[in-house]
C-alpha cells in the first residue's frame, strides 16, 4: 500500500550560530507523519526518504537532493534537511519540497516553502551584526589603508592634487617637478623609467652655465652594477661629444680608482657578435700629414697599461685591438705607438704565443708593417729573441716573392750570420771592412772564382831535398779530391835550391822533391785548392743551376735546416688555407665600413 504524508507538523529554518566556525548553518528542520492510503500511521521501524527543492510547484529539474534512513515511530518521523547535501540556494524565490518514501512515486502535491525558509536570505538584513560577525572576504573590503584604518585621510603631496567627485577620488600628478628633487627609496625594481614612442628623445640634461663645473648627469653605483648601460638597435649606445678647444677634455671619460686587478676606466665589449667593435675610436684629422692631437683611442698610464685589447677567438680578423688606416694618401695611421723620450718606452708591444704583433699588406704598394726611425740614434725596427737556440728576431719568409729587402747599410753587431740559402745573388763586390792603426777604416775585398774551391795555407822545410805534406784532417772533411776533382799545389820556395816539383798527390797529402836530385834542406810555403764538396761541378753557373747545387747540399748535410724551415712553411700555409674568414674584416676587399 503507498505510503502518504498525513500532516506537516514543521518546517522551520534554523538560526542557531556555530561556535566553532561562527556562520549561520543552513539547514531545514522537518516533521511529519508518515501513514498508509487509508490513513493508518505506517508501522514502527526505518524507512528511506528522499527530499528535494524545486523552483516550481511541478515538473522541472530538482535544485537540491538529498536521501537518508529515518526512524518511523507510530507513523512519526523528523529529520534536519541539508546536513547530508548542504543547502547552498540562496532563498530569494519561492522553492517547493517534494518527499518520495522508498520506491513509491514522489507524494504529490509538493509543500511550498513558507516565510521561515526565507530567513538563510533576511539574516543579511541585520546589517550591524552581520558586518560585525561575518568575515571580510578577499577583493571585497577595504580593511586599511597602508596599516592604517578607521579615520583615513589623503593628504596630497608635491606637485599632487585629490579631487574628489562623487564616489571617486582623483589623484593626478602636475607637469614637471618641483625643483630642486631629492628622494630616497628602496625599491627591487626601477625606480625610474622614460618611454617615447614618438619621434623626440627620451631624456635630456644641460648645464645652461658654461662656468659651471658640475655633471650635467651623474650616475653612480656602490655595489656589481653597472653605472650606464646605453644600447640602441641602430646607432650609438652611448654618444659622447666635445667642442672642448684644450687638453685633457674627453667626449666620454672612463675613470679606474680602484687598486684591484682587472678594473677598466673604459671596457668595451662585443661577445655578443662576431662583426662587433669592443671599443672603436675616430680621429679628426681629414687627411695629409700626421701632426698630432688628434686620435681615435689615446691610452696613457702611469704605471700600468694604456690601451689593451684581448681577444679569445678562434677565427681569422679577431683582434685584440684593430687599427684602420682608410684614407689611400697621407700618413693615416691605423694604430700609433710612441714613446716619448723614454729610453725604456715601448710605443707598440705585441706578445703572443704564435704572433706577437702581425702586419697584413693586401697589396698596391702597402705594408704590413713599417717601421721609420728619425734622428741619428733613432731605430726603426727592433726584434729581440731570447728564448732559446731557435729563438728568431725577425723571420722573413716568401712563397714568390722577396722575403727580405734591404735598401741601404745593413749592420750586424755581434752572434753569428747563418744562411741556408737556394739561390744567394751579391750584384757588388763583398768587402770587408777593417780599421787601421790609427782608427781609419779600409776596405778589403773577397776573391771572386769561376769554380767553388775552398783554400788552405801552410809551410814546409826540404829534408835532403825531400818533404811530405799531411793535409789538414778537418779541412779534408770539407772538400771532395779525386782523379776528376784533383787538388791544386801551388809552393813558394823561401831558400836556395834546384827548384821543386809537386807528386804523390792523395786524399790526405802531397809531396814536394827538389828538382834534379837536389838535397838541399830549403824552407818554403804553399797554398792547397781544392772542390767545395758538394759543389763539385758548379762552375760560371746561372741563376737556375746555382739554385739547384743549393738544393743538393741543403737536403745531404742540412736536413735539420730543410725540416725547420718545412715546418715553418707548412704550419703557416696551413694556417692561412684552414682558418676561418671573417667578412667583417677591414683587409677583406668586401668589408664595408
Known amino acids: 500500500m503507498r505510503s502518504r504524508l498525513f500532516a506537516m507538523v514543521a518546517l522551520l529554518l534554523v538560526l542557531h550560530l556555530s561556535q566553532s566556525a561562527g556562520q549561520v548553518p543552513h539547514t531545514l528542520s522537518y516533521q511529519g507523519i508518515l501513514t498508509d492510503s487509508a490513513g493508518h500511521a505506517k508501522g514502527d521501524g526505518t524507512y528511506s526518504f528522499a527530499f528535494r527543492l524545486y523552483s516550481s510547484p511541478s515538473g522541472g529539474a530538482a535544485l537540491w537532493s538529498e536521501t537518508k534512513t529515518l526512524t518511523v515511530s507510530q507513523g512519526l518521523f523528523n529529520t534536519l534537511l541539508g546536513d547530508q547535501v548542504p543547502l547552498v540556494l540562496p532563498f530569494d524565490a519561492p522553492y517547493w519540497l517534494s518527499i518520495q518514501v522508498a520506491a513509491d512515486p514522489e507524494l504529490s502535491p509538493r509543500i511550498p516553502l513558507t516565510a521561515a525558509g526565507y530567513s538563510l536570505y533576511s539574516l543579511k538584513s541585520d546589517t550591524a551584526l552581520y558586518a560585525k560577525n561575518s568575515p571580510v572576504q578577499t577583493g571585497q573590503v577595504v580593511r586599511s589603508v597602508n596599516t592604517l584604518k578607521d579615520s583615513v585621510t589623503l593628504a596630497p603631496g608635491n606637485n599632487i592634487t585629490i579631487t574628489p567627485s562623487g564616489h571617486t577620488l582623483t589623484i593626478a600628478a602636475a607637469s614637471g617637478f618641483q625643483l630642486p628633487y631629492t628622494s630616497t627609496t628602496s625599491k627591487a625594481s626601477t625606480l625610474l623609467s622614460l618611454t617615447n614612442t614618438g619621434a623626440g628623445g627620451a631624456a635630456s640634461f644641460t648645464i645652461a652655465n658654461g662656468a659651471d663645473t658640475s655633471a650635467a648627469l651623474r650616475v653612480s653605483t656602490n655595489g656589481f652594477g653597472t653605472g650606464i648601460i646605453g644600447s640602441s638597435l641602430s646607432s650609438s649606445g652611448i654618444y659622447g661629444e666635445t667642442n672642448?678647444?684644450?687638453?685633457?677634455?674627453?667626449?666620454?671619460?672612463?675613470?679606474?680608482?680602484?687598486?684591484?686587478?682587472?678594473?677598466?676606466?673604459?671596457?668595451?665589449?662585443?661577445?655578443?657578435?662576431?662583426?662587433?667593435?669592443?671599443?672603436?675610436?675616430?680621429g679628426g684629422q681629414a687627411g695629409g700629414t700626421f701632426k698630432g692631437g688628434t686620435w681615435g683611442v689615446f691610452g696613457t698610464s702611469e704605471t700600468g697599461v694604456g690601451v689593451e685589447g684581448v681577444t679569445n677567438a678562434a677565427y681569422d680578423g679577431a683582434t685584440g685591438i684593430l687599427g684602420v688606416a682608410v684614407p689611400g694618401s697621407g700618413q693615416i695611421i691605423g694604430v700609433r705607438g710612441a714613446a716619448g723620450n723614454s729610453t725604456g718606452g715601448i710605443g707598440v708591444q705585441g706578445e703572443g704565443q704564435y704572433r706577437g704583433v702581425l702586419g697584413m699588406a693586401s697589396g698596391g704598394g702597402g705594408y704590413g708593417v713599417s717601421a721609420e726611425a728619425y734622428g741619428s740614434d733613432g731605430v726603426g725596427l727592433h726584434a729581440f729573441a731570447n728564448n732559446g737556440s731557435n729563438s728568431y728576431a725577425i723571420i722573413a719568409q716568401s712563397f714568390n716573392g722577396w722575403a727580405l729587402s734591404v735598401n741601404g747599410k745593413f749592420y750586424q753587431y755581434g752572434a753569428l750570420f747563418e744562411a741556408h740559402p737556394t739561390s744567394t745573388i751579391w750584384s757588388t763586390n763583398k768587402p770587408a771592412t777593417v780599421k787601421l792603426n790609427d782608427g781609419s777604416k779600409v776596405k778589403l775585398f773577397s776573391e771572386e772564382a769561376a769554380e767553388v774551391l775552398f783554400n788552405d795555407y801552410g809551410e814546409g822545410t826540404l829534408q835532403g831535398g825531400k818533404a811530405h805534406i799531411d793535409l789538414d784532417p778537418t779541412f779534408a772533411q770539407t772538400v771532395t779530391i779525386d782523379k776528376t776533382h784533383p787538388m791544386k799545389v801551388f809552393v813558394q820556395l823561401e831558400g836556395d835550391c834546384k827548384g821543386v816539383y809537386v807528386t804523390n798527390k792523395t786524399t790526405s797529402g802531397f809531396d814536394v822533391v827538389e828538382l834534379q836530385g837536389g838535397a838541399s834542406n830549403a824552407h818554403f810555403s804553399y797554398r792547397?785548392?781544392?772542390?767545395?764538396?758538394?759543389?763539385?761541378?758548379?762552375?760560371?753557373?746561372?741563376?737556375?743551376?746555382?739554385?739547384?747545387?743549393?738544393?743538393?747540399?741543403?737536403?745531404?748535410?742540412?736536413?735539420?735546416?730543410?725540416?725547420?724551415?718545412?715546418?715553418?712553411?707548412?704550419?703557416?700555409?696551413?694556417?692561412?688555407r684552414e682558418r676561418p674568414k671573417n667578412p667583417a674584416d677591414p683587409l677583406n676587399s668586401s668589408a664595408k665600413r
Open 244 to 282: 672642448a678647444n684644450h687638453d685633457t677634455v674627453a667626449a666620454i671619460r672612463g675613470v679606474a680608482t680602484s687598486t684591484s686587478a682587472g678594473v677598466y676606466g673604459v671596457s668595451g665589449d662585443a661577445a655578443a657578435s662576431i662583426y662587433g667593435t669592443g671599443v672603436r675610436g675616430i
Open 528 to 576: 792547397i785548392a781544392c772542390k767545395r764538396k758538394y759543389y763539385e761541378d758548379e762552375r760560371l753557373a746561372t741563376d737556375e743551376q746555382d739554385i739547384k747545387f743549393n738544393e743538393r747540399v741543403l737536403q745531404t748535410a742540412w736536413p735539420e735546416v730543410v725540416a725547420r724551415e718545412n715546418a715553418i712553411k707548412v704550419k703557416v700555409e696551413q694556417e692561412l
